[in-house]
């Protein structure tokens, strides 16, 4: 049940079934990528967090000038929240890079992807 979740979970994140969510220490003890160690749900993706961010960024910014500062007080904060939990946790100073994060064993992933450049398109790259 856990690998069919994991499948659903890549299905829904418009990568489908590349590496990206394949398990590097599944991949590297058997010398080759096996679909059952799929761990999607535990990734923690670059791309994705920085399209939340601008998001944010927008529903604050579009709130504002409508005059609603209450909500674009909220939108603003969640956005600063998001920036800073991006640059502490995907950001990478040995990549030079930003790294999707795998949040059950506490490391970054070492694979570059496109997604790697989401906070560069963005904006939320500082």
Same mark, same amino acid.
């Given at each position: ?8 979970? $890549?299905?829904?994140? #418009?990568?489908?079934? *590349?590496? &990206?969510?394949? =398990? =590097?220490?599944?991949?590297?003890? !058997? &010398? !080759?990528?096996?679909?059952? #160690? ?11 967090? /920085?399209?939340?961010? $601008? ?10 000038? *409508? #005059? =609603?500062?209450? !909500? /674009?007080?909220?939108?603003? #904060? ?8 991006? !640059? &502490? ?5 040995? /990549?030079? /890079?930003?790294?999707?994060? =795998?949040?059950?064993? @506490?490391?970054? @992933?070492?694979?570059?992807?496109? $997604?790697?450049? $989401? ?8």
């Amino acid at each position: 049940s856990e690998v069919f979740r994991n499948l659903r979970a $890549a299905a829904e994140s #418009g990568w489908d079934f *590349s590496s &990206r969510w394949l =398990d =590097d220490l599944n991949a590297a003890a !058997t &010398r !080759t990528a096996c679909l059952a #160690g799929i761990c999607t749900t535990r990734i923690l993706p670059v791309d994705l967090n /920085a399209l939340l961010h $601008a998001s944010e960024t927008m529903i604050a910014r579009l709130s504002r000038e *409508s #005059g =609603d500062t209450a !909500t /674009a007080g909220e939108f603003d #904060g969640r956005a600063a929240r998001r920036a800073e939990a991006i !640059t &502490r946790f995907l950001w990478n100073d040995e /990549a030079g /890079a930003f790294l999707d994060y =795998d949040w059950g064993n @506490r490391v970054p @992933r070492p694979a570059l992807n496109g $997604a790697t450049v $989401a906070p560069l398109f963005t904006g939320t790259a500082t």
